[in-house]
């Protein structure tokens, strides 16, 4: 007996016909399981998608470091000072600390109130800072048109600016041409050179993003008179190197250089983008582990009702075995021969359920996109081809051991019991 044979295989469906209602039943909770384990690991992707699409292509081995307040006097400083990162310090961190890779210094807060940004008639809110080129490594954009700002810029105290879209659309016409305008920011005169876009969604950051203003951080410095002050650091680490060390490393040495109590925590507002990292990816790893908990219980449910109602047509089909033997049919033809059975209706069952899941999905996604509904909370559910296939293989073998047990009974009884049996 092969797989190929085709009086074999017309038995296996004149067997799954003599009772379509059983067999269409039997089939449904095979196609039920798969269809549930597909759209809830498509979900739970959909919920890792939207917490992802927050961070955009900010690399996850970088560091934010920001001045704050004070809480613990020391060295004859009270508690609640406020004091702010120089550019020696950034010297300091990129010649002591060799684990770091980009290093990103910031200055912010400057005219950042109503109306800061004038062209003509037209006036707009808008965060500008001022950055070096590295800031578009750790936390890139889309450039549009034009450019980002370049070391010469930095060296040149270029009035140069890079808009967002919103910028715009706000403060330019439908067709109007930004690159080559002037923006006055803050009272001073920035020429546009470049224009982009957040690779965040909106409903994820994207929106304030695009709202945002990059300048040549040496220009801002000089153009409104922030001597050598830098407002905070973007940093990324070498490849290997954890984030909290170098976290770790930067913090104490700022301490150092500002007289901050080594206990002192509250004198840093920071952000480790690795640590948020590791902890979304225990989150949906666990989420993903209860899924597939849930998911396989529910296939075996179905896979068990295989399984049972091959025992019930082996009932009925005792005589039909016994004859087989007796003619010269080997254990293993029966066996193999019943196994086929259920394979075959766990495989196709289970096909259908995988197929309609991930359409549903595809459907589900399709729908989200056309209407703009991604939310923060879910994004664009979809399964991994790897687990579809892994929940496919899972189904077959289950299937295999749905058909072994009841094909055991089978030819568990002499051949003369099996031709008595009533």
């Given at each position: 007996?092969?797989?190929?044979?085709?009086?074999?295989?017309?038995?296996?469906?004149?067997?799954?016909?003599?009772?379509?209602?059983?067999?269409?039943?039997?089939?449904?909770?095979?196609?039920?399981?798969?269809?549930?384990?597909?759209?809830?690991?498509?979900?739970?992707?959909?919920?890792?998608?939207?917490?992802?699409?927050?961070?955009?292509?900010?690399?996850?081995?970088?560091?934010?470091?920001?001045?704050?307040?004070?809480?613990?006097?020391?060295?004859?400083?009270?508690?609640?000072?406020?004091?702010?990162?120089?550019?020696?310090?950034?010297?300091?961190?990129?010649?002591?600390?060799?684990?770091?890779?980009?290093?990103?210094?910031?200055?912010?807060?400057?005219?950042?109130?109503?109306?800061?940004?004038?062209?003509?008639?037209?006036?707009?809110?808008?965060?500008?800072?001022?950055?070096?080129?590295?800031v578009n490594i750790i936390n890139p954009v889309q450039i549009l048109k034009g450019r980002f700002v370049n070391e010469l810029d930095i060296k040149e105290l270029r009035k140069v600016a890079v808009i967002g879209e919103r910028v715009v659309e706000e403060m330019y016409d439908k067709d109007e041409e930004p690159i080559g305008t002037t923006l006055r920011i803050g009272g001073v005169y920035f020429t546009v050179v470049g224009t982009f876009k957040s690779?965040?969604?909106?409903?994820?950051?994207?929106?304030?993003?695009?709202?945002?203003?990059?300048?040549?951080?040496?220009?801002?410095?000089?153009?409104?008179?922030?001597?050598?002050?830098?407002?905070?650091?973007?940093?990324?680490?070498?490849?290997?190197?954890?984030?909290?060390?170098?976290?770790?490393?930067?913090?104490?040495?700022?301490?150092?250089?500002?007289?901050?109590?080594?206990?002192?925590?509250?004198?840093?507002?920071?952000?480790?983008?690795?640590?948020?990292?590791?902890?979304?990816?225990?989150?949906?790893?666990?989420?993903?582990?209860?899924?597939?908990?849930?998911?396989?219980?529910?296939?075996?449910?179905?896979?068990?009702?295989?399984?049972?109602?091959?025992?019930?047509?082996?009932?009925?089909?005792?005589?039909?075995?016994?004859?087989?033997?007796?003619?010269?049919?080997?254990?293993?033809?029966?066996?193999?021969?019943?196994?086929?059975?259920?394979?075959?209706?766990?495989?196709?069952?289970?096909?259908?359920?995988?197929?309609?899941?991930?359409?549903?999905?595809?459907?589900?996604?399709?729908?989200?996109?056309?209407?703009?509904?991604?939310?923060?909370?879910?994004?664009?559910?979809?399964?991994?081809?790897?687990?579809?296939?892994?929940?496919?293989?899972?189904?077959?073998?289950?299937?295999?051991?749905?058909?072994?047990?009841?094909?055991?009974?089978?030819?568990?009884?002499?051949?003369?019991?099996?031709?008595?049996?009533?």
């Amino acid at each position: 007996m092969t797989l190929i044979d085709i009086d074999k295989w017309q038995e296996i469906f004149l067997t799954l016909k003599k009772n379509k209602l059983r067999t269409f039943f039997t089939a449904f909770g095979v196609f039920w399981g798969i269809f549930m384990l597909v759209v809830m690991l498509g979900s739970g992707r959909g919920l890792k998608d939207a917490a992802y699409g927050g961070l955009g292509k900010l690399m996850t081995n970088s560091v934010f470091i920001a001045p704050d307040r004070t809480s613990i006097s020391y060295n004859g400083f009270p508690k609640g000072r406020i004091y702010n990162f120089t550019n020696d310090d950034t010297e300091a961190i990129l010649k002591r600390i060799p684990e770091v890779a980009y290093l990103a210094p910031e200055t912010r807060g400057f005219s950042n109130g109503i109306n800061n940004v004038v062209r003509g008639k037209r006036v707009g809110s808008f965060f500008a800072s001022g950055q070096y080129p590295d800031v578009n490594i750790i936390n890139p954009v889309q450039i549009l048109k034009g450019r980002f700002v370049n070391e010469l810029d930095i060296k040149e105290l270029r009035k140069v600016a890079v808009i967002g879209e919103r910028v715009v659309e706000e403060m330019y016409d439908k067709d109007e041409e930004p690159i080559g305008t002037t923006l006055r920011i803050g009272g001073v005169y920035f020429t546009v050179v470049g224009t982009f876009k957040s690779y965040r969604s909106d409903n994820n950051g994207g929106e304030r993003d695009n709202k945002r203003i990059y300048l040549p951080f040496t220009t801002v410095q000089k153009a409104f008179n922030q001597g050598n002050i830098v407002q905070g650091y973007a940093i990324t680490t070498q490849a290997g190197i954890s984030a909290s060390l170098v976290e770790k490393k930067v913090k104490k040495l700022l301490r150092e250089r500002h007289d901050i109590h080594p206990d002192d925590k509250r004198a840093f507002d920071s952000d480790n983008l690795e640590e948020e990292f590791k902890e979304f990816e225990m989150l949906f790893n666990g989420i993903n582990g209860l899924i597939w908990i849930v998911g396989i219980g529910t296939l075996m449910a179905g896979v068990i009702g295989v399984s049972n109602i091959m025992v019930i047509v082996i009932k009925e089909r005792t005589k039909e075995f016994g004859i087989k033997r007796a003619v010269g049919a080997t254990p293993f033809k029966i066996i193999l021969q019943v196994i086929q059975e259920s394979v075959f209706l766990t495989t196709f069952a289970g096909y259908f359920g995988l197929a309609i899941g991930v359409g549903l999905l595809e459907l589900i996604s399709y729908a989200m996109t056309q209407s703009g509904a991604d939310t923060e909370m879910f994004s664009n559910p979809m399964i991994d081809f790897n687990k579809a296939i892994t929940a496919l293989i899972i189904l077959i073998v289950a299937g295999l051991f749905a058909g072994f047990i009841p094909a055991k009974r089978a030819v568990s009884m002499k051949p003369i019991e099996a031709l008595h049996d009533e």
